[in-house]
């Protein structure tokens, strides 16, 4: 990608994209940080929308509700959010966007769980932590954006715990 291309396509000057981006760098994280929220947001979106109205809904509701790992649309928003990942391995600009981007979504996953939690049955209750940590963290490359976010080995240890022995 080069500065000057990417400048003429746009119709303005090479002194403008420094200006505005600082950098090659710069530029790649803007658009590749942008494609790689487009992606995230179609997800969540999914999310929403099998979540949708105001009604109870039931565990099942909930489970059908997370992205599954293999799947048409999955497959290839993994590719992309892989692709943006390894960039973000040498460009820091994108590294800290992407961080800053994933903790947003984090939050944003609070405020659905909010919603989730007073939604489902009496007795029935959420466990955020099991539920953020397979929705971000799982993935050691989002682990390692999270920054003071991410889950760290005791929290993992502990998850294992809890999901993987029956009592």
Known sequence: MRVARVAAQAGCSITSMYRHFGSRDGLLAEVLLQIYE???DQQFDAVRRLLDGSGPISEDDVVDSVPLPH???SAKQHAVRSQVLAVAGTNP???????ESLRTRRMLLGQLMN???SRL???VTLDREVLAVYV???NWQYNDLLGDWSVTNEQYR???RR????R
């Open 93 to 99: 600009i994108l590294r800290a966007k992407l961080g």
């Open 163 to 166: 999901t993987i022995f029956s």
């Open 121 to 123: 049955p009496d007795g």
């Open 158 to 160: 502990t998850l294992l």
């Open 71 to 73: 799947g048409g649309v």
């Open 136 to 138: 971000f963290n799982l």
């Open 38 to 40: 487009e992606s995230f």
């Open 115 to 117: 919603e989730i939690d």
